[in-house]
């Protein structure tokens, strides 16, 4: 069934770039077409996955495109179709009278194609295509509104970042090939890999996962990818891109296991991004740049599944919270057309105002805290189990993460949920917008599809739920080829809840009253650990500086040298070929008068040249006058100063060169 | 066949210098465009005859100076026949955008001098013999000086007169390498195919060195690698956006298409010896020729110097191609088919991308990137080229160049870990040095240069511009997507240049 799969990816892609490349043209009709193109792509995704269909064709040398819908991919691929579609649905109306929808639906479309191949992707060199392919189209995306410089200049950021850490696939393929990994890079093959080289590749997928992931210490890009509009955070930092990582761990966990030290480090990472991140979210005052916080501590929480062999509680991970971030995304992407702001103190009371998205956003926001009986609660609790099976320091840092992660989700609800305060301004944090601006802006309302979007993904949220109980659990680990993985017992699930409740009902109390820290420390965590400054510090601005110094360096040293070369050069042919007509060798003469004579034949069109020559001529002189008086009078007579006559002359000591050739030749 | 191929445009050229001087324009462009798709078509004809595989084929030889082992010898095989093309389309590409330049002085000359310069590329690509390749290799360079002094800007003569003098010594080098070659051989020949037959410097291990040393530093500075490079900025800076393109599109592979043809299969020996030198010398161009590149204000000397980068992970793979060790076989032959398929789309994407910088200049008279600003708002089917071509330079998949870069980091990491790690870095350069030049010109608030053309409009691209840029880009795309058509010519003739290699 090879037609499907190509169909599934050739659907959107195709779609997204004909919509990109005929731009304004098809903006009336860009919000249908995608609407359309991804539900039959979504149509496509279910099949693959209840079909899981195989296909290939050649690339490279040996180094095939493969393609296939087995283990996580099928939901994944479901999953990533859906978002696409509940993010289109609910942009269909949007983004203004003027805006570039052609440019908008078709980056999405084309976004959405290159995720959903590297999502079947069974071969390195078609996974590496995809993967880059997602970077720049988030690029685009990212710095959609391109006349701000500062959100073109994040995108860049993002670019940048996640490409710095895509290098690591480069090497992975390279190191893969040379180890002897069989099968023309299939990644089923790589545990194969032969020893110094399975290191090299482990250490490259990881690398590269961890920067797609925005996992520690990468996790800055995903702060300055917020500039980009909330639906395209909605898709990016939802089902796609920031779960891409994981994704990938998840696929490979065969060669974290088999490189022995992968699996460790990865759940280690996870765990630590998880806790440092979240609390990250925590210090946020921001709607969006705390829901992107806590993308990052989610993703912690599959890396950390992959890192200890929890497939199928991190697979269930990134299904719950593609759905959930994607809801939380764009009831915060509609709170901010609405009433012009993400700051959460300008959004008190915007739940309230707004039914629909206040109802959505408590459920995504739950589902993150991770409260019974949601999806997340279930995932958790999954992976958690594995993750004991690696120590109960990785288990309680598991569970201190996802205590955090309830803590963030229950600040967030706590500010949209309060009443509106009035216009005397009680403190000094209402920055963006004046207070009470929910209050005013309260009579307008979300178009009718975006509520369907918006009801689909919470329900969805409580949904899958179900697949981390019995009896669907077995099946859903089947379906995944995961196998004997260990469950959660009665009390782990007892003790996710209660301190997931726990955690909720202490911010709730407490929210009015935040903890008393230093501010530089609040700005430390506020501003996501300060590592993009310290990525700016310690790379951007040396290289920015060597490539300063070594353009300096090019310019006046490497370019003069070659232009005092020049005479000097001339000189010492000028010397030699002198020597050299004496000599009883008339045929190099000859052939020097010949040259002599093509040379003045090519000169006499160049009238251009005149100034040219001038300048160089100066040089010459100079140099050469000097040269020739210590060479005497022999070497006097060439030295016309016509560069004509210094070419023939240096083509003489090319001849002499050759004879000196063709004696070592003779003997 | 072949013959006609090479000399047809000269051919056209003298019959377009026996018009007289005042006939219409159209005449003289539309000549050399008739003669230019006619060169493509004849190019298709013969990658339709083309047996993939079949070794050199289209072969013709004439006896020309018998006593010194001279002979016209030509021919075709995987190695030369991508650039044969790729050369056809550019040159097609160059005159359909002169078709849409009212301000080209003298269009006579012009015309009958790119015709001349696509003979000189095209029978350098065909040339067996090494005589016969040294002299295109010398009329190519004598063709590209008149196309930047007579219609290049400013300070044309002198960087033409730098590009000549240099690039002229350096084929200086290369032929007394090449009569080093000659001595050699038993009988004396010039024949490229009877030499790589012989492997005369087998053995002689000081000989083989020199003439390598000779070859190497001849095709170096035609490349360019580092530290040879220096001709190359100001030669591209003051060129004509056609003559740059032709530059960096197919007179830079004569260099690395010379190490291929003549260098690796004809010194095995010395090659192998020495292969580290080339290693490094590919690695330090790449790195070097992104950081330089990225210190550039000047979007086309910028340009220029990604040539110098991405020619670098070319002479890395040939270098790490010769690396001894069992089992990396197949690992090798992936490096030096990504080397030769690296040629062919840097061809393509730079050559798009100088034309679109002549356009910038053709507008406002300025290549400094801080004149520009927010031209997307302005001229959105330019930014949008440009964007698409700046990426597919930076190695974006779905793009050839990333088919290249691909397979000669994954060919070359096997033998060469260290080096091509390190290589890989270029790739992340030259993304952000392209991503800033995009953020500086194109995004962001419109602004234009002052002076002279202040408050002039920047239009948008003519027609006959998208059509000369816009195939360039789509043949980009199709050789990123479905690159087998190309990689069934090249793999045999990769797989021929290892065994040639590893004697």
């Known amino acids: 069934m090879s037609p499907l799969l190509w169909a599934l990816i050739a659907l959107p892609l195709g779609s997204g770039t004909a919509l990109a490349v005929l731009g304004r043209r098809a903006d009336r009709v860009a919000p249908g077409t995608a609407v359309a193109a991804s539900a039959a792509t979504l149509g496509l995704a279910g099949a693959a996955a209840v079909i899981r269909p195989e296909a290939a064709a050649p690339l490279l040398d040996g180094l095939p495109v493969r393609l296939a819908v087995d283990g996580p991919s099928g939901p994944v691929a479901v999953a990533t179709a859906t978002v696409t579609l509940a993010v289109l649905v609910f942009s269909s109306r949007g983004n203004g009278p003027g805006a570039a929808r052609a440019r908008f639906s078709g980056l999405m479309l084309l976004f959405s194609g290159a995720m959903l191949t590297t999502v079947t992707a069974d071969t390195l060199p078609v996974l590496l295509m995809a993967w880059e392919l997602m970077g720049a189209t988030s690029w ?306 979300l178009p009718a599809p975006a509520s369907w979007s918006l009801a689909g993904l919470a329900l969805a949220c409580a949904a899958l739920a179900v697949l981390a109980f019995e009896p669907a659990r077995p099946a859903f680990g089947r379906l995944l080829g995961a196998g004997g993985e260990p469950v959660p017992h009665g009390w782990e699930m ?142 006097r007579r060439p030295q016309t100063g016509r560069l004509h006559q210094y070419l023939a002359q240096a083509v003489a000591a090319f001849a002499v060169l050759a004879l000196a050739l063709v004696l070592v030749a003779v003997r | ?150 219609w290049g800007h400013r300070d044309a003569a002198r960087a033409a007169l730098t590009f000549f003098l240099y690039t002229f010594l350096g084929s200086l080098a290369l032929l007394l390498g090449f009569i080093g070659l000659y001595l050699a051989a038993d009988p004396h020949t010039f024949d490229i195919t009877e030499l790589t037959r012989e492997n005369p410097l087998a053995g002689r291990a000081a000989y083989g060195g020199l003439v390598l040393l000779a070859i190497g530093t001849g095709l170096a500075v035609k490349t360019p690698t580092v530290p040879f490079h220096t001709w190359l900025p100001p030669a591209h800076t003051e060129a004509p956006a056609v003559g740059s393109a032709i530059l960096a599109g197919v007179l830079l592979k004569m260099g690395t298409y010379g190490f291929l043809r003549i260098a690796l299969p004809v010194l095995p020996g010395a090659w192998r010896e020495y292969t580290q030198v080339f290693v490094v010398v590919g690695l330090v161009s790449v790195l070097y020729g992104a950081l330089v590149a990225l210190a550039q204000t000047d979007f086309k000397r910028m340009i220029a110097y990604t040539s110098v980068n991405h020619m670098g992970y070319i002479v890395l793979a040939f270098g790490a191609a010769a690396a001894t060790g069992a089992g990396a076989e197949e690992a090798r032959r992936l490096a030096v088919t990504g080397a030769v398929f690296q040629m062919v789309s840097h061809g393509l994407l730079t050559g798009a991308l100088f034309l679109l910088a002549g356009v910038l200049y053709d507008r406002c008279r300025t290549y400094e990137m801080a004149a520009y600003s927010g031209l997307a708002g302005r001229a959105p089917v330019f930014a949008a080229l440009t964007g698409v071509a700046a990426f597919a330079s930076l190695g974006l998949p779905g793009f050839s160049g990333f088919i290249a870069e691909f397979q000669i980091f994954t060919g070359s990491l096997g033998t060469r870990p260290v080096e091509t790690s390190l290589a890989v870095l270029g790739i992340l350069l030259t993304a952000g040095l392209f991503l800033r030049a995009l953020q500086g010109m194109l995004l962001g608030p419109l602004r234009l240069p002052d002076a002279p053309g202040a408050g002039r409009p920047f239009p948008d691209l003519r027609t006959a511009e998208r059509a000369a840029v816009v195939p360039l880009l789509g043949l980009g795309v199709l050789l990123g997507i479905a690159p087998r058509f190309v990689l069934d010519v090249i793999e045999p003739a990769s797989r021929g240049v290892m065994e040639l290699l590893a004697r």
């Open chain 1, 494 to 635: 007892a003790l996710s809840a209660a301190l997931a409740l726990a955690a909720s009902a202490a911010v709730w109390r407490r929210a009015a009253r935040p903890l008393p820290l230093p501010p530089a420390v609040t700005a430390w965590w506020g501003d996501w650990l300060r590592l993009e400054a310290l990525a700016r510090l310690l790379l951007v601005r040396p290289v920015l500086r060597l490539a300063g110094a070594l353009a300096a360096f090019d310019d006046r040293v490497l370019g003069r040298a070659v232009r005092a070369a020049g005479p000097g050069a001339l000189r010492a042919a000028g010397a030699a070929a002198a020597l050299d007509a004496r000599g009883p060798d008339r045929a190099t003469a000859a052939a020097a008068r010949g040259t002599l004579r093509l040379a003045r034949a090519t000169r006499r069109p160049a009238g251009g040249a005149g100034a040219g020559e001038e300048w160089l001529f100066d040089g010459l002189v100079r140099g050469v006058t000097s040269g020739a008086r210590a060479l005497g009078r022999l070497a």
């Open chain 1, 140 to 445: 685009a995306l990212i710095g959609y509104w391109w006349r701000e410089p500062a959100r073109v200049r994040a995108a860049g950021t993002a670019f940048l970042t996640t490409r710095a850490a895509d290098l690591g696939l480069y090497i992975a393929a390279g190191a893969a090939l040379a180890g002897g990994a069989a099968g023309g890079l299939d990644l089923d093959e790589l545990p194969g890999t032969a020893d110094p080289w399975l290191s090299v590749v482990t250490a490259g997928l990881i690398v590269a996962a961890f920067g797609k992931s925005a996992q520690l210490p990468f996790s800055f890009w995903l702060s300055r990818a917020m500039e980009g509009p909330a639906p395209v955070s909605a898709l990016l930092h939802s089902a796609t891109m920031a779960a891409a990582g994981a994704y990938l761990l998840l696929r490979t966990e065969p060669l974290l296991t088999a490189s022995g030290w992968g699996g460790p480090a990865v759940a280690r990472t996870g765990a630590v991004t998880a806790v440092l991140l979240g609390l990250v979210a925590v210090a946020q005052t921001d709607l969006k740049q705390l829901l992107a916080a806590s993308t990052c501590a989610q993703a912690g929480f599959m890396v950390l599944a992959a890192g200890s062999g929890g497939v199928t509680g991190g697979t269930l991970q990134f299904l719950g919270h593609a759905a959930a971030k994607s809801l939380a995304f764009l009831v915060a992407g509609a709170w901010l057309t609405l009433l012009g702001t993400k700051a959460l103190p300008g959004l008190r009371g915007a739940a309230r105002h707004h039914r629909v998205a206040g109802a959505a956003f408590t459920v995504a926001a739950l589902t993150l805290a991770g409260w019974p009986p949601l999806v997340l609660w279930g995932a958790k609790d999954l992976l958690l189990a594995s993750a004991l099976e690696h120590g109960a320091a990785l288990y309680a840092t598991g569970l201190a993460a996802a205590v955090v992660a309830a803590v963030y989700s229950a600040k967030a609800l706590w500010y949209v949920w309060r009443p509106a305060r009035g216009a005397a301004g009680e403190g000094g944090d209402s920055d963006a917008v004046p207070a009470g601006g929910a209050a005013r802006a309260g009579g307008r309302a």
């Open chain 2, 1 to 150: 066949m072949l013959t006609v191929l090479v000399l047809l445009p000269t051919a056209a050229a003298a019959v377009l210098l026996c018009l007289p001087r005042r006939a219409p324009r159209a005449v003289f462009l539309g000549g050399w465009l008739a003669t230019a798709a006619a060169e493509l078509a004849l190019t298709a004809a013969i990658w339709a005859g083309y047996r993939p595989g079949g070794g050199i084929q289209y072969e013709q030889r004439v006896r020309w100076i018998p006593d010194a082992g001279v002979s016209y010898h030509v021919g075709v095989d995987g190695l030369s026949l991508p650039l044969m093309a790729l050369t056809c389309v550019l040159f097609l590409a160059c005159a359909g955008y002169t078709w849409a330049r009212r301000g080209t002085r003298r269009v006579r000359e012009f015309a009958a001098l790119f015709l001349f310069l696509q003979t000189t590329c095209l029978g350098l690509f065909a040339a067996l013999d090494l005589i016969l390749f040294f002299l295109f290799f010398d009329l190519s360079i004598v063709a590209m000086y008149f196309v930047i002094a007579g």
